[in-house]
């Protein structure tokens, strides 16, 4: 088996496209390293892959500009270009061809895509259920980000999302379980507005939050790792992109679930907009989530 290092971007959703493709090399194994960046989360990630075939090799030392350097002198447009090129440690990202709307399985095209991977969490299946276990069912994950990049990617802030709480809390029995990152300041000040409204926001593992997400009745949340892999668990998954980032949204993600509608990506519209498709996404995969006006 060939070992090949590749230095990647550092975001959990960045490296999980990378590994939807990679995860397809014959006899290869790689080295991952991941680019220089807080908040220094993707090492949880990585090592919840096949460790047969991907191997956490570190943080790089490198920025994500490095790849996009490298890449403008080490140009490639298959995985063979990669392998012949020889180097000891390749840097990629596939992010500048999703960007311009391209379909992720256009990208290492002599690679087949799997949009759904395995992700080794069973060790973290006993806390994560004794974490939520106080919760009633059905539950609904939401994540809202930070105070800082609401402002930076003028998406919702706090009063909106509060808004689009109350729409779910009084039209469905669901109880709305906060999610993140300790850095997702946004998301906590919703903390403690209902006494529906449960919080796990930095209090759990990459791992354990994986395994949470396999208990949710639905996910609603920003454009994160967070709801990239709960589509590569193949869970039903609503997305919020901001305007920059609509052909984006939609091309790295599974064909077949954007068709069914398991995967949604809208912009940020108002909250009766994004209530009105979450309601419908809502009662197409869980009817046991029903209230009186759903």
């Known amino acids: 088996m060939k070992t090949i290092h590749i230095g990647v971007p550092s975001g959990i959703g960045d490296i999980s496209w990378i590994i939807s493709k990679l995860i397809n090399a014959p006899d290869c194994k790689f080295v991952v390293e991941v680019a220089d960046g807080w908040p220094y989360r993707s090492e949880d990630y990585v090592k919840l892959l096949d460790p047969q075939k991907f191997e956490w090799g570190g943080y790089g030392g490198f920025e994500y500009r490095d790849i996009v350097g490298f890449e403008k002198l080490n140009p490639y447009n298959s995985f063979k270009d990669i392998v012949d090129a020889g180097f000891g440690r390749y840097l990629i990202q596939p992010n500048f061809h999703l960007e311009r ?7 290492l ?4 895509t799997s949009y759904q991977y395995p992700l080794n969490t069973k060790e973290f299946a006993g806390t994560a259920l004794a974490r939520i276990k106080h919760i009633p069912r059905p539950i609904l994950g939401l994540s809202a980000a930070s105070y800082r990049g609401a402002v930076a990617w003028k998406t919702w802030e706090r009063d909106q999302w509060k808004e ?8 469905t029995n669901m109880q709305v379980l906060l999610m993140g ?10 903390e403690n507005i209902h006494p529906r409204v449960f919080s796990m926001v930095g209090q759990t ?23 990239i892999i709960r589509t ?8 919020l992109w901001p ?5 984006l949204s939609t091309s790295w993600a599974d064909p077949q679930m954007i068709s069914e509608g398991s995967y949604i990506a809208t912009s940020y519209m108002d909250v009766m907009g994004v209530w009105n498709v979450l309601k419908g996404q809502i009662v197409k995969y869980h009817s046991n989530c029903g209230g009186e006006h759903v």
Not at 109 to 112: I, V
Not at 208 to 223: N, R, T, W
Request: hydrophobic share 40%; charged share 20%; glycine share 14%.
């Open 164 to 171: 689009l709480i109350a729409r779910v809390l009084k039209n």
């Open 101 to 107: 709307g391209k379909a992720l399985a256009e990208w």
């Open 232 to 239: 590569v668990l193949g869970l039903p998954t609503y997305m």
């Open 181 to 190: 990152g300790g850095w997702d300041d946004l998301t906590r000040s919703l």
């Open 205 to 227: 593992s990459f791992g354990e939050a994986v395994e949470i997400h396999k208990s949710l009745s639905g996910y609603l949340g920003f454009s994160s790792g967070l709801g």
């Open 243 to 247: 305007d920059h980032q609509q052909a």
């Open 109 to 112: 095209p002599d690679l087949p």
